[in-house]
């Protein structure tokens, strides 16, 4: 009865390939985020979106994309994944009301 | 800038109360609470609107200081289901929905 659904749940990928993780939906929610989670640093904020086709920028956005050309799907792509950006990835998603956001069970991505 | 948080980690024995402050720099318009469990999601506690309020959620509640910035959550006579790790997050004046999370503070309740 998930609402919001992440895959691949792993992935293992090599320095210099793109990676796309995919972040899914049935709640019909606007807004949908993604976030990287590091030991240390909590929660950080990549990028977000407020609708179809609009997006913007978090506080560690570079090295990342988004796009979002339907309600129920949200995608985040490493363009050349790094070793840095080896963390645990978390989708969300809030109707701006007072149920706070819900989360994804999160991608952990190890880049070698 | 990311809200600060205290203590970061907490040890309790299972009836004991604790209290977990979020501390921000910036004029807020709400904030958020959140447990994490280990290799779990964050899961949604409470969300306090400016207006001061406290709400409550089992035995656990939340006061919300506009004036100063800052938000304590307080967890009394704490169960062992109660242990994870706690955010904040953060929703600044005239930010949208855009929630800042603090680093965490990592609760442990032993029997």
């Known amino acids: 009865d998930a609402g919001i659904t992440q895959s691949p749940r792993h992935k293992v990928t090599e320095t210099g390939t793109p990676v796309t993780l995919r972040c899914h939906q049935t709640?019909?929610?606007?807004?949908m985020y993604w976030y990287r989670q590091d030991p240390g640093h909590g929660l950080r904020l990549i990028h977000y979106s407020y609708g179809v086709k609009d997006t913007d920028k978090g506080e560690v956005s570079d090295g990342y994309s988004v796009s979002r050309s339907k309600t129920e799907d949200f995608l985040l792509t490493l363009e050349s994944a790094t070793s840095s950006q080896t963390s645990v990835y978390f989708c969300?998603?809030?109707?701006?009301?007072?149920?706070?956001?819900?989360f994804g069970s999160g991608t952990r991505l190890t880049v070698v | 800038q990311q809200p600060v948080q205290s203590p970061q980690a907490v040890i309790l024995r299972e009836g004991e109360d604790a209290v977990i402050n979020c501390s921000s720099s910036k004029a807020l318009y709400s904030v958020h609470w959140y447990r994490q469990k280990h290799g779990e999601a964050p899961v949604f506690l409470m969300i306090l609107l400016k207006g001061g309020e406290q709400k409550g959620h089992e035995k656990i509640s939340a006061s919300f200081n506009e004036k100063k910035q800052q938000s304590s959550l307080y967890l009394t006579a704490s169960q062992l289901s109660y242990s994870g790790t706690y955010f904040c997050?953060?929703?600044?004046?005239?930010?949208?929905?855009?929630?800042?999370f603090g680093g965490g503070t990592r609760l442990m309740v032993k029997p």
């Open positions: 997050g953060t929703v600044p004046n005239n930010a949208g929905n855009m929630l800042t």
């Open positions: 969300a998603i809030s109707d701006l009301g007072t149920n706070g956001y819900t």
């Open positions: 709640e019909n929610h606007r807004y």
